[in-house]
């Protein structure tokens, strides 16, 4: 049985791989908002793909720390592999994104956009340092255009600094959630953002992300909110 039907399986797999071929070639050829929605149904399709395999490449509750490494490793060198042979273009971001470090929150995800336009600066509860006000600055001063600020739901971060006990367990994280709104306002006032923003020449938003869907929520400032 299996010996009549394997032609025709073959013969099915490469009509269906012909076609596949053939519609890449397509896509290429057609509008770019056009490649631009398929490649991000693309990038989605894989996400949903290698999503549910939790165990594929190891057990999280079983694995060591050693043998983790070297699956992270060999994943990478999967992934460069392909990257070698598909060198990526490089464009300058117009956008920088401030997001929590929650592996939850993915920013490629975000805006189904893959093609590296945006500067992400991931820090434990979107809290900025003065490394990373220093870093925005600079982005701002070579060319960006909006700063995005979020935050997202189901916070850890923000759950300890909200919890007694757990805040003396971490006293620097939630000092970071505690003067998070004071961060912003000092990056607001530094010099180059300050003008730029005065011009009309840089927009800064703040979000809250859902994080089950990854849906941006506009969100307003403390300040703006309990204005009269």
């Given at each position: ?57 190891f057990a999280h509750e079983d694995a060591r720390p050693e043998e983790v490494w070297k699956e992270l490793i060999n994943q990478n060198r ?117 003008d730029k923003i005065a011009k009309g020449e840089l927009l800064v938003k703040r979000v809250m992300i859902d994080t089950t869907t990854e ?14």
């Open positions: 049985m299996f010996g009549s039907t394997h032609p025709r399986a073959r013969k099915i797999t490469l009509i269906a791989a012909a076609g596949l071929l053939a519609l890449v070639a397509l896509i290429f050829l057609v509008s770019a908002k056009a490649r631009f929605v398929v490649g991000g149904a693309m990038v989605n399709a894989g996400y949903r793909l290698q999503d549910p395999i939790h165990d594929y490449d999967m992934a460069a592999s392909v990257r070698r042979k598909f060198p990526r273009s490089t464009h300058h971001p117009l956008v920088a994104i401030v997001a929590c470090m929650d592996a939850r929150v993915d920013t490629v995800e975000l805006m189904g956009d893959t093609r590296k336009y945006y500067y992400v600066v991931r820090t434990a509860g979107s809290v900025l340092g003065e490394h990373e006000e220093d870093m925005l600055e600079l982005a701002v001063a070579n060319g960006v255009k909006v700063i995005v600020l979020t935050t997202h739901t189901d916070c850890a971060a923000e759950k300890v600094a909200a919890d007694g006990e757990k805040r003396k367990q971490y006293p620097h994280l939630s000092e970071g959630i505690d003067e998070r709104e004071k961060r912003i306002s000092e990056l607001l006032a530094r010099p180059t953002i300050a849906e941006l929520i506009a969100t307003d400032p403390p300040s703006a909110r309990s204005a009269p």
